[in-house]
């Protein structure tokens, strides 16, 4: 199976922007769900952002909504994730999936089956 790939990670001091890509090439684009997700040592991981490749509007966690914007560039195969105003709460590796999402519950990680590595975000204050 093709896994999505990530880049975009780095270190950004308190307040500063980062925006990740995440490359689907060579994966099923149609009617699926695309998702970012964080984890930290020790805690579950935590959905951030997800949409539909296809209509629909996209759904965000409680840690993103208004700070993080999640697009896609259908023709790329490409998943964004523009985060602003960074806090140090926000340091995780994130991880970009894909999925079907038969629940219709774009933020639930059981919908995905195909994760990418993750990439490594770390603010400092």
């Known amino acids: 199976q093709v896994q999505p790939a990530e880049s975009g990670g780095g270190s950004v001091q308190a307040g500063g922007s980062l925006r990740l890509s995440c490359s689907a090439s060579?994966?099923?684009?149609?009617?699926?769900?695309m998702g970012w997700f964080r984890q930290t040592p020790g805690k579950e991981r935590e959905a951030v952002a997800a949409m539909w490749t296809t209509v629909g509007s996209p759904f965000y966690g409680p840690a993103a909504t208004g700070r993080f914007t999640i697009s896609q560039d259908n023709a790329k195969k490409i998943l964004y994730l523009q985060m602003n105003k960074l806090k140090v709460e926000d340091s995780a590796i994130y991880y970009c999936?894909?999925?079907?999402?038969?629940?219709?519950?774009?933020?639930?990680?059981?919908?995905?089956?195909?994760w990418g590595q993750g990439t490594q975000v770390t603010v400092s204050s």
């Open positions: 999936a894909g999925g079907s999402c038969p629940s219709g519950r774009l933020l639930e990680a059981a919908g995905y089956d195909r």
């Open positions: 060579g994966m099923s684009y149609g009617s699926y769900c």
